[in-house]
């Protein structure tokens, strides 16, 4: 996702009653841009796939939205690791690295394993040399097989 496409979507987004704390950099990235045109609960609880997102963020690019490097790129970081659903049979490294919370190494890894049999379960992806079983717990109703 280029940078300007996830600026547009973020700026077309969103303002919102309250604070977000400082101790979630991400959140409060996501609350800047995107809060600029309506509250982030609009779809804080609606995970979508990375592909899907990229849509998103080109509608609001196209309708104005914008913000610093730093903060687009705070805001792709969270979306990945919050909102995003992967198909770990079937996404790509960036999308497997991002909502896994792994390095390019073990997304590698992944998908070599993949490809010599696709995963059916969390069991066989916590099998996965460098997968955090915890990352994995809680990020477990957006991993799709």
Same mark, same amino acid.
């Given at each position: 996702?280029?940078a ?5 979507? $973020? ?15 991400? #959140? ?15 779809? #804080?609880?609606?995970?979508?796939a ?40 079937? &996404?790509t490294?960036?999308? $497997?690295?991002?909502? #896994? ?8 890894? $992944? $998908? ?9 379960? #969390? ?6 040399p ?7 717990? &809680? ?7």
């Amino acid at each position: 996702m280029t940078a300007g496409c996830l600026a547009g979507w $973020i700026a077309a987004a969103t303002v919102v009653a309250g604070t977000v704390s400082a101790a979630d950099p991400d #959140l409060e990235a996501v609350q800047t841009v995107c809060g600029r045109c309506h509250t982030i609960a609009v779809f #804080l609880d609606k995970p979508l796939a990375w592909d899907r997102w990229n849509d998103v963020f080109a509608d609001m690019t196209q309708r104005g939205a914008s913000g610093t490097d730093e903060q687009l790129e705070r805001v792709t970081t969270y979306f990945l690791e919050h909102l995003t659903f992967v198909n770990v049979n079937t &996404s790509t490294a960036e999308e $497997i690295a991002g909502v #896994l919370g792994v390095g390019d190494d073990v997304a590698g890894a $992944i $998908i070599a394993s993949r490809q010599r049999q696709p995963f059916a379960n #969390l069991a066989e992806l916590r099998a996965v040399p460098g997968v955090d079983p915890a990352t994995l717990e &809680s990020r477990k109703s957006r991993i799709l097989f």
